[in-house]
């Protein structure tokens, strides 16, 4: 409470866009800072990190009790503003629940940027990270610490100005000091000796005054470039940050791929660099440790300014043209004259691995695999732009065992030549595309892939919901009687895509990637509506429709095969109780011949979707209107969907028999589609 305090003083005096970038209204608004002001600064925000996956559940927690204390401080506000307010604030940090790491490391960046302003910097365990959150500047809160570096920058400079004018003024009153001492030798005289004595005092006290000057220059010099050291550990950080948000944009995550304000920062720290090298310089004795810090912080900027803008494909077939693009941050600094070329080449995952050198073993070969970094005025970025690559051959290593082909990964490796303006020596610079892949993964990280591989997939913001993620570990975990959090469960590459699942000769991976196409080419709408449960075991399926009436029914993604859905419903049985039906899955094929919304008003024994929602009304929307009399006096045909006895007691028969549902001996209540004539359309037919 006592930092928030003493910020909200000084807050006071600075502009609204300073205090919008510190508290960013999309993510993290000023609200909350101040009405949860003391328990905030109870917590250890401090030990947080993005790349410590293990404390996630711990994030969530935290993530949790604040928008639960904010619903509960908006529940007690008596002013109907500052209420509605403060619930609109806490629905909007749900948006954190998907990775709710990144909503601790966001705090804690806060709390270090108030600590800046105050003067009083906590020291970091860990380099703060950043991530991109909707309508969040993209340089926040980073820039007011390159902002602090160059205040810090240009002391130093106004130091060594005041040095240099104290030691003009010591060498004058030196002078001076020599001049005097002829006439004191000569004649004696009382006033030249108080004058001497007064300029003796002066000079000491000059040399005093230069002497501390020179002390604290250092000791600024050594702030400047730890500072420096954090600042630029930061930026890496980021830009690391910024990779993994591209790489997860493949599975359809949000992805800011604006580059400017990293590149601006990269600039402003290789600026700060360069004029901290010409202080040491300008002392004119060497200070080895400072020269030596600054020059590898140097080469680490210069080489990780090199970034992949545009990624290529992430399966390239040979014989194929593709395309990409590099970007260079540090464009504008490069050296005008000789051109910088980029070059790519293809390094497998052992080359990938050990990047200390250029790889010498060539496993393959590319065709147009060099570009010409140039630079684009109006964009102020400059790329190189790979248009027409191409795979000629490549070269695979033996496989062991069950290996197959596409699980030996290659990586694109660019390189070349660099010279920045102001350095005396090139630099090498290479990046890669990013493909490690882990062995094994937490469930909640595989979970919220998944979900956001459907959501981009379906093209819908409708998520899967707690019980679509019990259902899906259960499966995957082959554990259908665990009812425990299966959140930390490690997850193995092999249970995702490459054992089959217990009793189907598919694995995880093809089955939902089949239920997701389903979804995306018939059912979009049906499921951003909410109207299909989707994944759900047959135990939970049971539990909730026990209780139900008689033609109560949902609908759920087939477990026993790929790319289906059926309709689970509640049926009298033959001495008056209740049993759960589930009808034939309608795949892909059968919902082009008929709607899903169609088939669901054909079949009469279903009658409420779960809870109890009449289908007539749900599902209007979705029903097929009939088709008018076609001319010519043909008798009009129409389809309709059957279950169980319906499809063998209803006349007349179907003009063509269908064959028998394979799928009847698993449980499943047959489906057929009858041809059903127009007999008033026939008679009139007739008569005329």
Known sequence: MAQW???SQMLQCLPDDTINNLYPPSAFPIEVRHFLAEWIERQRWDDFALENVEQESQARALLDQTISMLQSIAQQNGNVVDRMKLMQISRNMTMFQQDSLQFTVMVREILTKERVLLGTPAQMPNPPQFQQYPNIESSFPNMQDVDHLVLKVIEVQDIRQ????LQEELNWERQNYERLQGPIQQNGLDHTKSEIQKLQNHIQKLEY???AMA??????????VDCLDQCQTRLISRLKAWRWDQHKATIGQPFDENLNPLQTWCEQLLGVNGKLRQELMLIGEPIPELEERLGKLLQVLIESSLVVDRQPPQVIKTQSKFSTTVRYLLGEKVAPGKPVVLKAQIINEL???????????????LINNTAILEHNTSSKSTCATFRNMSIKKIKRADRKGSESVTEEKFALLFSTEINITGCDTPYRIQDRVPFMVSERVPWRMMYSTLNSKFTSEVLTHHNLDQYNQHFLAQKIFDKPDFADDFSNILVTWAQFNKEVLPGRPFTFWQWFEGVMELTKKHLREYWSEGLIFGFIGKQHLHLILKDRPNGTFLL????????????????ATDNGGQKIQNIQPFTKRDLEIRSLGDRIRDIDHITYLYPEFPKHEVFKKFYTEPQASPVGGYIPVSLQTKVGTEASSDTPPPLTPLPESPHSAVGFPSVSEDMDLDIDKLLESLHQ
């Not at 002390?215 to 050594?222: A, N």
């Open 215 to 224: 002390t604290k220059r250092f000791q600024l010099l050594k702030e400047c």
């Open 162 to 165: 005041k040095m240099h004018q």
């Open 351 to 365: 080359q990938a691995r050990n990047l200390s050198s250029v790889p010498g073993d060539n496993v393959g070969e």
């Open 209 to 211: 005054n230069v002497k």
């Open 556 to 571: 759920r993604f087939s477990d026993s095969e790929i790319g289906g859905i059926t309709i689970a419903y509640v049926s």
């Open 5 to 7: 305090l003493r910020i």
